[in-house]
């Protein structure tokens, strides 16, 4: 499996930024996604996660209503909707997939995930 994420950018505080992650290889809708940044000397943490068919989400608490993750799997692809951006969310954004589970639990653990894409950076200005 090939994931490559796109989309990131400079934004002012306040602003929005829509990720994408398109993924090759082995079919999309057989594993869960997930989204993890990584901020500079800081661990890579999740962000959201979403499960095969799209049924389930999750989010890290601090962007709780203000991202929503969606997948197409028409198009083998997901998304990171991202609004009212605040300069700590400045990262660079993974894409990952889970080819574990159950389907229907989504999981927010980095050792659960098996594919990495290469990570694109967002920038939020204050």
């Known amino acids: 499996v090939q994931l490559q994420a796109f989309g990131g950018g400079l934004v002012q505080a306040g602003g929005s930024l829509r990720l994408s992650c398109a993924a090759s290889?082995?079919?999309?809708?057989?594993?869960?996604m997930g989204w993890f940044r990584q901020a500079p000397g800081k661990e890579r943490d999740f962000v959201a996660a979403?499960?095969?068919?799209?049924?389930?989400?999750r989010y890290a608490d601090s962007v709780k209503g203000r991202f929503t993750i969606s997948r197409d799997n028409a198009k083998n692809t997901v998304y990171l909707e991202m609004n009212n951006l605040k300069p700590e969310d400045t990262a660079v954004y993974y894409c990952?997939?889970?080819?574990?589970?159950?389907?229907?639990?989504?999981?927010?653990?980095?050792?659960?995930?098996?594919?990495w894409g290469q990570g694109t950076q967002v920038t939020v200005s204050s």
């Open positions: 990952a997939g889970d080819r574990g589970g159950s389907g229907f639990i989504v999981r927010s653990i980095r050792p659960d995930y098996d594919y």
């Open positions: 290889g082995r079919p999309f809708s057989t594993y869960g």
């Open positions: 979403i499960t095969r068919a799209g049924g389930n989400t």
